[in-house]
């Protein structure tokens, strides 16, 4: 037996479940097939839980354009159904006189994004707002905020199903086939699904989906495991919201920080080390199969050529404590290994290019099957539903051309 619909989105993440509400709300027929027994089982439930304001991202970019309007969308989706958020804002700090060009850049492109709440602050300013941090100027970014993202992932679940959506879980695509008018879709549990087109927002395994729809991703996810301490509760105190380094505009990666959560805990982290396992989160989880896709991968050593040394820093914090309380203390010089405990951690699907580039932008690669997003890092939760219109938007131009658009699937 076959379940149809007008388009399958593979997988049950945020950026999945906005682009599958998305087509909903424009009246298309959508089953979302997720392979974990719950929605926002990686990424998505796995991350700093911070709304990003668009600071960081080239003016221009994909990802510049849908963080600033995401963002803004997701304030409102939030306030709309009851998800619990805060726009705190958050501080960026220089902690040295040799990183302030950089942070003067950051607030040229904010700006250039179009963020109207940046303020430039000074030494006092800092103490003022935030007084165990320390730093030779800041800037203080109004418009981000911090929200649990897979309450927001369980929203859009339940936005969906209204319209008449559906999400089945436990549903690991393993085959893709089609022959141009319909993609025809099996589970690892045998299921069989039929639609008109595909939207590939598999994460972590979005370069393999591709692969199987018959695409060439052109990149490979290479995922980096990012840890997080806790700040013991009687110590929470160090910080008051969100405290960010300026980052190094090398990496993708914005450098250890402090995230005051909306359910209040202080985390410190995430670090950046190379994962040997695409979906545990054991610091000895290994896969042979991702492991040895990885160092398959022509990309992968020219990037750990190039960035090797930056490398071996980060794999050092990821085992000595010590070194990761030295990169916090230079944020917040008060604070001791013992203040922290160990976190959760998340692994970030990154891709790369053959030529060892890590793909600043968001990604997205068209084939006949249909649609596949092939970058989605960090802010693609707080740009998730921008991005899912960006998305359903594509999907519905390419069905309006066939004929018979959103009419007529086969139903079971
Ligand atoms: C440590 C860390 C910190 C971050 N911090 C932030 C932050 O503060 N703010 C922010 O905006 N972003 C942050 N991000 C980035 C953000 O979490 C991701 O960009 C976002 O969650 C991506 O969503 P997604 O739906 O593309 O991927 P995912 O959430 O990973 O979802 C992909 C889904 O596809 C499913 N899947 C995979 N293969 C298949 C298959 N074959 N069949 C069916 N389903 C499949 C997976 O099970 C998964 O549920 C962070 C990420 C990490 C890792």
Known sequence: MTAAADVLVVGGGIVGLATAHALAELGADVIVLEAEPTVAAHQTGHNSGVIHSGLYYKPGSLKARTCVAGREALYAFCAEWGVPFRRCGKLVVATQEAQLPRLAMLEERGRANGLQGLTRLAEADIRHLEPEVRGVAGLWVADTGVVDFVRVAEALVARLQMRGGTVRTDAR????????????????????????????????????????????????????????????????????????????????????????????????????????????????????????????????????????????????????????????????????????????????????????????????????????????????????????????????????????????????
Not at 185 to 211: H, I, K, P
Not at 231 to 253: G, I, K, Q, T
Not at 258 to 272: K, L, Q, S, Y
Request: hydrophobic share 45%; with cysteine; net charge positive.
């Open 173 to 412: 695509v393993v085959t893709i086939t089609g022959d141009g008018r319909e993609v025809q879709v099996t589970t690892a549990r045998g299921a069989r699904f039929a639609a008109r087109l595909l939207v590939n927002c598999a994460g972590l395994q979005s370069d393999r989906v591709a692969r199987l729809a018959g695409a060439d991703p052109g990149v490979a996810i290479i995922p980096f495991r990012g840890d997080y301490y806790t700040l013991r509760p009687e110590r929470a105190s160090l910080v008051r919201n969100l405290v960010y380094p300026v980052p190094d505009p090398e990496l993708p990666f914005l450098g250890v920080h402090f995230t005051r959560r909306i359910d209040g805990r202080v985390e410190a982290g995430p670090n950046a080390i190379l994962a040997l396992h695409r979906e545990r989160y054991s610091r000895w989880a290994l896969s042979a199969r991702d492991a040895g896709a990885t160092l398959a991968f022509p990309g992968f050593w020219r990037m750990a050529r190039r960035f090797g040394s930056l490398g071996l820093g980060e794999l050092g914090r990821s085992w000595s404590k010590a070194l990761f309380v030295r990169a916090l203390r230079q944020l917040v010089p008060t604070i001791h290994g013992a203040d922290l405990r160990p976190g959760g951690c998340g692994i970030r699907a990154q891709a790369v290019d053959r030529s060892g580039r890590l793909l600043d932008d968001f990604h997205i690669v068209e084939n006949e099957a249909g649609v596949h997003l092939l970058n989605a890092p960090s802010p693609a939760a707080t740009a998730s539903l921008s991005i899912g219109g960006e998305l359903a938007a594509r999907v519905l131009e390419r069905l309006g051309a066939r004929r018979g658009a959103l009419t007529g699937a086969p139903r079971v």
